[in-house]
């Protein structure tokens, strides 16, 4: 089946993006000049202080980009793309149901992680969840913002996840509608596009609207940056961990992930290959989350791999 080339991220973009070999440093002191200039701007003064664990992973602020359009908007145009994608994959019997093994996996590993990724967005508690299976031979998986959860058959069968790498994916994907990195890419192209000074007058006009709307489209094309792939990965590991699930599975799971783009399909080639810094950043990490592996309680159900 064909659906609409989906924004991704851990599948495609991230593959490319991490082989430049970017550190989470170089990341936020970028976010520090962008937070100044629309601090001047006088879009920055009212961002909510983003409450941070102390044990875990520490991936800073979130970028004052995100705030520049209201969440309540992307989390709409989001679950009625999400909605419209899972129509059509239904239509051509794509989409599979309830009681398909792989998506009781999937529930099952989504209902671990979920109550331990609230902590990292206090809207996610109102979240309207969805966990889907699309048959696809495609290498993917993504979760839109507002929890909208979809993973490709492909990614599942040609990588033969177990359960710990399901965890690392869905939380990577997870937590990048956490982080609202989407909603990020929103905000930059419309300051780029109107200018922060004019976006900020019209924000306090509360007349955005028409703007926002006609960015809906841009979801379906999105790629994040290195080092919202950077966090994703960290946080994500971070969220299984605490349901349990192996952190080293980030690694092996990038191993296969690069040993598939070998004879991959051209976009997942296209730029290219070494997640090698992916890898040694989730090495890095390792002492951070290894702690709250430990201690958590691990999952009472095991699935086999599709
Ligand atoms: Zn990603």
Redesign the pocket.
Known sequence: MKLQAFH???LCA?LAALDAGHEASVARSGRRLFTGALLAAGVGATLPALAQSRDGVDVGKQSSFSKLVPAEQVEAAASQQYAQMMQQARSQKALAPADHPQVVRLRYVAERLIPLSLRWNERAKQWKWEVNLIHSKQINAFCMPGGKIAFYSGILEQLKLNDDEVAQIMG??IA?ALREHARERMGKTAATRLGAGLLSSLLGLGSTGDTLLNMGGQLLTLR?SRE??SE?DLVGMDIAARAGYEPNAGVTLWQKMIAASKGAPPQFLSTHPAGETRIRDLRENMPRVMPLYQKAEKPSRRFDPA
């Open positions: 991704h991220c851990a991230g990577h994907e990048h994040f919202d792939e994703s």
